[in-house]
């Protein structure tokens, strides 16, 4: 009987992390395509390699975003290793955007190397420095270090929804209602003779300026 159960609890855990990314991904677009957009561009577009960085949680709007811009640029993102990293690695590669697993507690040293090799490999790479676990709008060094250390500018991505659901966890997730207004405003930084204190502080300052 025991086992039974478990064999149960374990089928329909595998079914959930199948269907789940393609509910999500589903609904994603939906809710996208209903959005009064407007794009503000702070700095023109760039086609150019980057290190991409947007808050945990902007995770629903933000790939949609990047993948509006830069169709065609292969790109991989860094992915905690904690639980929720598996769902959130599935519903990127809908985007086309695969998975470097690992954070700054976990795999750190082994995501740097492979995301240093990604970019050797002219790939693009998504951040959350606030991620897996916070604090919310924390910066980690992750995205900095990068930058400084690869000289790739970074693209920041952030909106602003007038309707909007909060969640209440951590980074209290966000998700604008369907056929609300989303203002998405899009700024390129160069962090070329700058601290990474200073290029910390100043990333932060940038992306809090138009986020909810």
């Known amino acids: 009987m025991i086992f039974k159960k478990k064999w149960r609890k374990k089928f329909f855990k595998k079914i959930s992390a199948t269907i789940a990314p393609t509910i999500i991904f589903i609904l994603m677009r939906l809710f996208w395509f209903s959005y009064r957009k407007k794009y503000h561009f702070i700095e023109p577009l760039i086609e150019e390699q980057c290190i991409a960085v947007s808050w945990h949680g902007e995770l629903f709007i933000s790939p949609q975003v990047y993948r509006s811009l830069r169709k065609k640029q292969i790109t991989s993102a860094i992915i905690s290793q904690h639980s929720d990293g598996e769902l959130i690695a599935k519903v990127l590669k809908f985007f086309n955007i695969l998975p470097l697993r690992g954070s700054s507690n976990k795999g750190a040293r082994q995501v740097l190397i492979n995301s240093l090799k990604a970019i050797k490999e002219k790939q693009s790479i998504l951040i959350t420095p606030d991620g897996p676990k916070g604090p919310r709008h924390s910066m980690s060094d992750g995205a900095v270090a990068l ?40 700024q390129v930084l160069r962090l070329e003779n700058i601290s990474k204190d200073e290029a910390k502080k100043h990333l932060k300052s940038v992306m809090n300026r138009h986020s909810i």
């Open 147 to 186: 930058a400084i250390k690869t000289k790739l500018p970074i693209m920041v991505v952030s909106y602003l929804a007038n309707s909007y659901w909060q969640l209440k966890s951590w980074d209290k997730f966000t998700i604008p209602k369907p056929f609300s207004k989303v203002d998405i405003y899009y």
